[in-house]
């Protein structure tokens, strides 16, 4: 519906570029040369590393051959992301010629911040292939993003010792075109980038959340991980590499890490509320990382 409609006008704009829908799979087709990344300035003012992001090459991402989740997670797919997403970063510039996140990541360091907004806007009008995939996997993309920000944050012609203030970074995309009613929102818009607005009704208090987790073989004594942890499910090790036996394993508190989350009740605001119609309401969980619905709704849907 409105949603396409938004992804196909971006693209129209463009006038070298087209879509191919097939199934679940999503073709991006660049036939011009407006994909690749300014080199001009990003010479001068990208990270000097011999890593692969920092590598000029442009690897073709737009033709999948798998489906879009397992796409991103291969590793050639992830270094043109942050490749592409870098050059956004150090390249973009206003209409009176100020780099605009190069701004922002100096006036995030200075008020002692760790979230970089990004307009989505701007970010569609550069790479709006990153900008379609942010929409439609939210969390695997803006997880390279944060990876992106963090090296340039500390990169040595920036801000080297800000993770001695700030552990982590994360980019906050901002200026979404589409604002979603609660209550249209269904199963579909589970785990897609979607903009909301209500009212908290109910908070929760602050519990941590699991996110490297280290593991002690109680048969060798043995350290294992560290172990990344996801909302979905907990990675836990079933071998010993030390012993070979299958545990039992301990999670050793110290030496793992956790972050804070929260749960809030977000509905619907009393002006946007048919008359007679049942108020719906969902329960949002808000952590350091993304806020992400848990689609839980008061009534069913209609």
Not at 149 to 165: D, G, R
Request: aromatic share 8%.
């Amino acid at each position: 519906g409105l949603r396409r409609h938004m992804r196909l006008s971006l693209h129209e704009e463009r006038g070298n570029s087209c879509l191919a829908w097939h199934s679940d799979l999503l073709t991006f087709v660049d036939a011009g040369s407006s994909m690749k990344a300014v080199q001009a300035n990003s010479s001068r003012l990208n990270t000097r590393s011999s890593s692969p992001e920092s590598c000029p090459q442009e690897i073709n991402i737009e033709i999948m051959r798998c489906p879009l989740r397992d796409w991103i997670t291969q590793t050639n797919t992830r270094t043109e992301i942050k490749r592409r997403f870098r050059n956004f970063l150090l390249t973009y510039e206003s209409p009176k010629g100020v780099y605009v996140y190069l701004e922002q990541i100096k006036q995030m360091c200075a008020n002692n911040l760790a979230s970089l907004k990004v307009s989505y806007p701007q970010l569609s009008a550069a790479v709006p292939i990153l900008a379609m995939w942010t929409t439609d996997v939210p969390r695997e993309v803006l997880e390279i993003f944060d990876e992106v920000a963090a090296e340039l944050v500390l990169s040595s012609e920036h801000f080297p010792s800000y993770k001695n203030i700030m552990p982590e970074v994360h980019v906050r995309i901002v200026d979404l075109p589409i604002l979603d009613s609660i209550q249209v929102l269904r199963r579909i818009h589970q785990n897609k980038l979607v903009r909301a607005c209500g009212v908290v009704t109910r908070r929760s208090g602050t519990y941590p959340q699991l996110k490297l987790a280290k593991f002690t073989c109680l048969s060798c004594q043995a350290l294992l991980g560290p172990f990344i942890q996801s909302s979905e499910e907990e990675a836990t090790p079933s071998l010993c590499p030390f012993c070979r036996s299958n545990g039992p394993f301990h999670l050793h508190h110290e030496e793992s890490h956790f972050r804070n989350y929260q749960r809030i009740a977000l509905q619907e605001l009393p002006g946007w509320v048919e008359r007679y119609a049942t108020v719906t309401h969902h329960e949002v969980r808000r952590c350091p990382t993304r806020a992400c619905s848990e689609n839980q709704r008061s009534s069913p849907p209609r």
